[in-house]
C-alpha cells in the first residue's frame, strides 16, 4: 500500500453491511483505516456487537469505532427493540442535570461495554418547531438550556469511557427540509448564529476544571448552507470549519454521511469526500445502506482523494494534519477506557433501563381531558414522514398497547377503510391516535379533525415535540382532545406513555402545577 493510499485511508469513516467484517474492510483496517461507523443492521444485539468491535479491534487496535447512539428515537445498539433512554427532548423537558448526566453516563457504559469508541452524540441543535430531522432529538428551544444539558450528557458519556461527537455544527434546528433528501437552507445572519446556534457547541468546546478537557471530542458538520458562512454545505465549506476551530474545537472534525442526497447523489462520494477535506473535514463518515456495494463506497472516496492528491488539488499533509488529530482522540479515548472499571453489557444495559424509565415516567404527561382508557383500544397511526434518522417510522406506541391490552386492534397506517370504520359513532372501542406533526395546514391536522369530529372522546399519543404538539391539537377544531405528550417515539418513551393511558400512576404535575 503506498503511502499516499494509506494516508487518504486515514481520514476515512466506512459503513458496511453485516456482522462480520468483510475483507475488503480488514484489508483497509489493516492498511491505516481511520475507523468505521456502526450502524443498526451491525449490531442486533449486544453480544454481536461486541464480537464485531473486538475483531475490528483485533485487525487494528487504533480503529475508531463509531455509532449514532442518541437514544430515544435514534438508537443503533437497541435499534431492534427501542431504545432505554427516552431521548434529548425528554430529558431538556425534566430538566434535570443530574438525570441527564446519569442518562449520559449509564449510555455511555453500556457503548463502552459493547467496545464502541465513539458515540456521535449529543445532538446540540436548537430546535424550532416544525424542523423535520431534528425535533425530539433537541434537548429543546432554548440555547443556554441546550447548552447545559447537551454538556452533561457529553459529561456523562465521557465518564461512562467513550468519547463524544457534537452535532450537527453550526446547527440543523431551524431547517425545514431533510439533508438525507435534499440540501436544507438556514436563512440565519451571524448575529442570530452566535445568539442561538452555536451557543451550545461553544459551550462544548471549552474545557472542564483540572484536566477534564472539553465536553465535544469531535465534532459533526451539517449538510446545510448557511449563506451567512459561505456558498457550500457546512460540511463542505472551508469557513463552517474555521469558525469550529476560532471558537475552541481542535478534535476531529466529521462530516455527516456523505452518500446523503443534500452532498451527493447517494452511490458516487468522490467529489464530496475531496471537497470535504478541502472543507477541513478530519474524518469522513461514508454512511451504508444495506444491499448496497459499500466496498463501491469506499473505494470511490478513497480513489477521488488519491486522484486529488495527484491533481494537486490535495496536499499530502493535509491528510496527515488529520490523521494527527484522529490519533491524539484515540490515545485519550483508550485512556479514559482503561481508566474505568469495566461493566459487564447486561448489567450496563440494566443500570440503562432504570435511568431511562425514571426520565421518561417524568418526562411524558398528559394535558387535555383525562386520557385514561377504560378497556382494549383501536390504534391508529396518523404519521405520514419516515424518520430518516431512526432508520424507520418506529411502532414502539402500538407494541406497548399490545402488550398492555393483547386484544387491541393496531390498523395500518393511514388505512382508509380501517380510519373510516373508526369514525362511526357508537365504536365500541376506545380510540388511540399516534401523531407527530399535527401542524394545522397539513395532513395529520386534517385526518385527526375528521376522526375527532366523529370521536370526540378519542385520545392521542403524540411523539413529537411536546410544545409545538400541545399547541398544533389545541388548535383543532373541536380543541384539545384528550392527549399524552410523549416526548418522542421510543421504546421508554411508548412505555410511559401507555402507563398513563392505563391509569397506572398520575401524571407528573406540569411547571405551572408545582
Known sequence: MNDVRRAVHGVLLPGFTGTTPPAWL???????????????????????????????HEAAPDLLVATDEEGGDVSR????????????AALGAVDDLRLTGAAGEALGRLLAAAGVDLDLAPVLDVDTPGNPVIGVRSFGTDPEA????GVAFARGLQSGGVGTCAKHFPGHGSTTVDSHLALPVVEADARTLHGRDLVP?????????????????ALMTAHVVVPALGPAPASLEPAVAALARELGHAGPIVTDALDMRAVSDGADVGEAAVRAVQGGADLLCLGTTTGRDDEALFRSAADALVAAVDAGRLSPDRLVASRRRTDVLVRRLRARRASGAPVAAEEAL?????????????????????????????????RLRLDHAAG???QHVQRAVLARWPDAVVHAALDDDAVEALRRPGAARPLVVVTREPAPGGAEHARLAELQAARPDLVVVHTGVPAAG?????????????T???????????????????????PEPTEAAR
Open 470 to 482: 400541545e399547541r398544533w391539537l389545541a388548535a383543532l377544531p373541536g380543541g384539545l382532545p384528550a
Open 26 to 56: 480488514l484489508d483497509a483496517a489493516r492498511d491505516g483505516l481511520a475507523g468505521v461507523v456502526l450502524f443498526a443492521h451491525n449490531t442486533p444485539d449486544l453480544a454481536t456487537t461486541a464480537a464485531l468491535t473486538a475483531r475490528l
Open 350 to 382: 440494566a443500570a440503562l433501563a432504570a435511568v431511562g424509565a425514571e426520565a421518561a415516567r417524568r418526562a411524558v404527561r398528559a394535558v387535555g381531558p383525562r386520557a385514561v382508557l377504560d378497556g382494549a383500544p383501536d390504534v391508529v397511526d396518523l
Open 201 to 217: 457547541f461553544a459551550a462544548a468546546f471549552a474545557g472542564g476544571p483540572g484536566d477534564e478537557g472539553p465536553a465535544a471530542d
Open 146 to 149: 441546550v447548552a447545559r444539558h
Open 77 to 88: 445498539l437497541e435499534a431492534a427493540d427501542g431504545s432505554s433512554l427516552p431521548g434529548a
Open 484 to 506: 399524552v405528550l410523549a416526548c418522542g417515539t421510543g421504546r421508554a418513551n411508548a412505555e410511559a406513555a401507555v402507563s398513563l393511558l392505563a391509569g397506572d400512576r398520575e
Open 392 to 394: 424507520r417510522t418506529a
